[in-house]
T-cell receptor
């Protein structure tokens, strides 16, 4: 079945460091890909998305590019802030009809000043 | 995108009791999804709720344990029945965005602790 694999956490960085969180997927077709963020004590928020190959999603300085050839959707940010400390979930959904989200295990990011 | 009001935000319940979680959406949506997030884990889909029909449950989840109602296009409830400490989780409802957006909106979650 469809699945998402994320790098294990926690990822610990100093403020202004470069961030990469790896995400790869397995799907029978061509899914839409998402990154969700969960701040401490809060629900999930959509961070960015891409619906087809080579699309780049971006928001709040975060970027991810839909790479069909490597089945990847890695999350990057050039300079992290303490306020970016959260759990990040990579997810996919198939594009036919109303389809559920399939989530990765989540990666906790800790940014220290 | 849709705005979801989910309540309660948290509860502490005795084992053997039941809790009903409500989600109200500010617009009409065809499908609503209920997820469980166990402590330190990712989200797992419990069921998909379509208005006017029985919910479709994922493997490992049954209607007797997690009955769902979907009386109209803006509202759904999930009941966690005969609770045990293993049911302590965050429960979230979700709706799909419009077709061109393909975004999903989540409620703020219900943090359930069973003692």
């Amino acid at each position: 079945g469809d699945s998402v694999t994320q790098m294990e956490g926690p990822v610990t960085l100093s403020e202004e460091a470069f961030l990469t969180i790896n995400c790869t997927y397995t799907a029978t077709g061509y899914p839409s890909l998402f990154w969700y963020v969960q701040y401490p004590g809060e629900g999930l928020q959509l961070l960015l998305k891409a619906t087809k190959a080579d699309d780049k999603g971006s928001n709040k300085g975060f970027e991810a590019t839909y790479r069909k050839e490597t089945t990847s959707f890695h999350l990057e940010k050039g300079s992290v802030q303490v306020s970016d400390s959260a759990v990040y979930f990579c997810a996919l959904s198939m594009n036919t009809g109303f389809q559920k989200l399939v989530f990765g295990t989540g990666t906790r990011l800790l940014v220290s000043p | 995108s849709a705005v979801i009001s989910q309540k309660p935000s948290r509860d502490i319940c005795q084992r053997g009791t039941s809790l009903t979680i409500q989600c109200q959406v500010d617009s009409q949506v065809t499908m609503m999804f209920w997820y469980r997030q166990q402590p330190g884990q990712s989200l797992t889909l419990i069921a998909t709720a379509n208005q006017g029909s029985e919910a479709t449950y994922e493997s490992g989840f049954v209607i007797d344990k997690f009955p769902i109602s979907r009386p109209n296009l803006t509202f759904s409830t999930l009941t966690v029945s005969n609770m045990s400490p293993e049911d302590s989780s965050i429960y979230l409802c979700s709706v799909e965005g419009d077709r061109t957006n393909y975004g999903y909106t989540f409620g703020s979650g219900t943090r359930l602790t069973v003692v």
